[in-house]
C-alpha cells in the first residue's frame, strides 16, 4: 500500500523561506506524479504543485508560481517543495498524494480526485505578516 508522509513544516515571517518534504514508501505505477495540495481554514483543498518521476516535469498553478519550486529524489523517492517569497495566504496544512502520470500536463485539480493515494498526516505551515 502507497503512503506519504509530509514534515519540514513551521512559522515563518512573510518573504521568508520554507521547505517541505514528503517520503513515499509502498508500490507505485511504474510511473507516477508527487503532487502538493494545501488546505487553510475553513478552505477547500488546493493542488499547486506536482512532479513527474520519469522526467520531471513539473506543474505549478498561478498563485505559486515563480516563488514555490519541485522536485524530487527518485532514489530517496522523497519529493520537495521549496517555497520562497511566503506570503500570509500561504498559510495551510501542507500535504502530498501519489497521482498518475498525465496529471501533471492538466493540472491537480483537473485530475480526478479519486486517483490520488496515499495520503498521510500533512504539516502545518504558517507564515506571519
Known amino acids: 500500500e502507497v503512503q506519504l508522509q509530509a514534515s519540514g513544516g513551521g512559522l515563518v515571517q512573510a518573504g521568508g523561506s520554507l521547505r517541505v518534504s514528503c517520503v513515499l514508501s509502498?508500490?507505485?505505477?511504474?510511473?507516477?506524479?508527487i503532487g502538493w495540495f494545501r488546505q487553510a481554514p475553513g478552505k477547500e483543498r488546493e493542488g499547486i504543485s506536482c512532479?513527474?518521476?520519469?522526467?520531471?516535469?513539473?506543474y505549478y498553478v498561478d498563485s505559486v508560481k515563480g516563488r514555490f519550486s519541485i522536485s524530487i529524489d527518485s532514489a530517496r523517492r522523497t519529493a520537495y517543495l521549496q517555497m520562497s517569497g511566503l506570503k500570509p495566504e500561504d498559510t495551510a496544512v501542507y500535504s502530498c498524494?501519489?497521482?498518475?502520470?498525465?496529471?501533471?500536463?492538466?493540472?491537480?485539480?483537473?485530475?480526478?480526485?479519486?486517483?490520488?493515494?496515499?495520503w498521510g498526516q500533512g504539516t502545518q505551515v504558517t507564515v506571519s505578516s
Open positions: 498524494a501519489v497521482g498518475p502520470a498525465f496529471a501533471v500536463n492538466y493540472g491537480l485539480q483537473s485530475t480526478p480526485p479519486a486517483l490520488w493515494g496515499g
Open positions: 509502498g508500490e507505485t505505477y511504474d510511473d507516477f506524479v
Open positions: 512532479i513527474r518521476d520519469s522526467d520531471k516535469k513539473t
